[in-house]
């Protein structure tokens, strides 16, 4: 007879859901107004020309045009040239 009942998983042991974060639209893609660019938590990316920040540091397209990333004051940019 075992001398221990039978064990189970940790009631903590759980994985949280992914949030799908990154980069939607790279480099010399041609996006559309809304579009989102980059998903991301914090700003990693700064909005640049054609580009707006949502609340959720989301960047999306404010233009139509071709997704453009590069380096201004030393951040990462992200812009778009309609």
Not at 11 to 24: C, M, Q, V
Not at 47 to 71: C, E, H, L, M
Request: glycine share 16%.
């Amino acid at each position: 007879m075992a001398h221990k009942k039978a064990g189970s998983t940790a009631k903590t042991n759980r994985d949280s859901i992914s949030k799908r974060l990154g980069i939607k639209h790279y480099g010399g893609e041609i996006v559309t107004v809304g579009n989102i660019i980059v998903r991301q938590k914090g700003n990693h990316f700064y909005p640049g020309s054609g580009t707006r920040q949502g609340n959720d540091y989301t960047i999306y397209a404010a233009v139509a045009g071709q997704v453009k990333f590069g380096k201004s004051r030393g951040r990462s940019v992200v812009s778009v040239n309609g």
